[in-house]
């Protein structure tokens, strides 16, 4: 009944989304791929699909759980209105807290 679902997005549906938007987005996937899911550039991505996924308030049993996190993720991509340019910056910020936090660890 239900499909593959997480608690907040998956690093697992990264691949999936190359294809959604622009040259900008597909270069920032690409560079991911191969990269650990612990890495902080991989956390980084995830923190924004959670953001723009709305992943905190997401029920189980609700209709976007039921279709899966990927495609729940590659809607929020088509429906974002802002540019792959703004998603970046976004994810450079994401990434500037991630390594902060990182280096406090090492």
């Known amino acids: 009944m239900y499909t593959d679902n997480e608690i907040l997005f998956p690093h697992y ?4 989304l190359l294809e959604e938007r622009g040259p900008v987005w597909q270069r920032l ?3 991911l791929a191969g990269k650990a899911e612990t ?7 995830m923190s924004v ?14 209709y976007r759980a ?3 996190c ?7 991509l088509r ?3 802002g540019s792959d340019e703004e998603l ?9 807290k991630f390594k902060q936090l990182d280096s406090l660890f090492a």
């Open 66 to 68: 039921m279709q899966g």
């Open 13 to 16: 549906a990264i691949p999936a």
């Open 29 to 31: 996937i690409d560079s």
């Open 39 to 45: 890495s902080v550039e991989i956390i980084a991505l």
């Open 79 to 81: 429906r974002f209105k």
């Open 88 to 96: 970046l910056a976004k994810y450079r910020a994401a990434l500037g």
């Open 70 to 76: 990927t495609a729940c993720a590659l809607k929020s």
């Open 49 to 62: 699909m959670i953001e723009l996924n709305g992943c905190l308030p997401c029920e189980t049993d609700s």
